[in-house]
């Protein structure tokens, strides 16, 4: 195994992880600040003080005030709803590449500090593999890079897959990411001398 960090500098958040017969390109869930001062933009929000102090403080006001049984159920589910939340972070997105297999999205959630507690999975055998593109689209006011995967269907239209759908990184990432793939599955040695912003 062989774990590499491209972009050391401008996303450190980036790494390629080569095993012997596939190949993960990873993106973690946060980034360097955009004002160049090195400071880390998490994308995950970690535990603080206030998050066990919640639930017994709604324990004991249930408690003190003898309310009924339905009061106490939503507080039970409200309290579970938070640690659902708190517990299924995207820590993690990946695209694995099998080269004579074809292409794994995985999402990998949970808490920051401990090991991922799910993890979503989708495959598309080369077979189905039609294209693998960098495409551009529209997210709120934002123009966002993303990487496409368009699959073959029974019927006449392609499916489209996106990868790293929930952590959104930069087109520098994209674009690593999608030479690894066109080098590794379509075997074509992709260079361009202008990357946009």
């Keep these: 195994m062989r774990h590499t960090r491209p ?20 993106v973690e869930n946060w980034r360097l600040a955009r004002d160049g001062s090195g400071r880390i933009v998490h994308g995950t929000v970690m535990w603080t003080w206030v998050d066990p102090v919640v639930p017994v403080v709604l324990s004991v006001i249930w408690q003190k005030l003898r309310w009924s049984v339905l009061i106490g159920i939503f507080l ?15 820590l993690h997105e990946s695209v694995l590449i099998f080269p004579q297999y074809g292409i794994q999205l995985e999402c990998h ?5 401990l090991r991922p507690l799910f993890v979503s999975r989708r495959f598309i055998h080369l077979s189905t593999l039609q294209d693998f593109v960098i495409h551009e689209g529209l997210r709120r006011w934002d123009v966002r890079y ?5 699959k073959r269907s029974s019927s006449r239209d392609p499916l489209i897959e996106v990868a790293f759908e929930n952590v959104w990184p930069h087109f520098a990432v994209l674009l690593e990411v999608y030479r690894g793939v066109h080098g590794s599955i379509f075997g074509e040695d992709i260079d361009f001398s202008e990357e946009p912003d």
């Design 76 to 90: 039970v589910l409200l309290t579970a709803v938070f640690i659902w939340f708190r517990c299924s972070q995207v």
């Design 7 to 26: 972009l050391p500098h401008t996303h450190p958040e980036f790494s390629i992880i080569e095993y012997s017969g596939f190949c993960e390109y990873r």
């Design 109 to 113: 959630r949970g808490f920051p500090t």
């Design 146 to 150: 993303f990487l496409a995967i368009f």
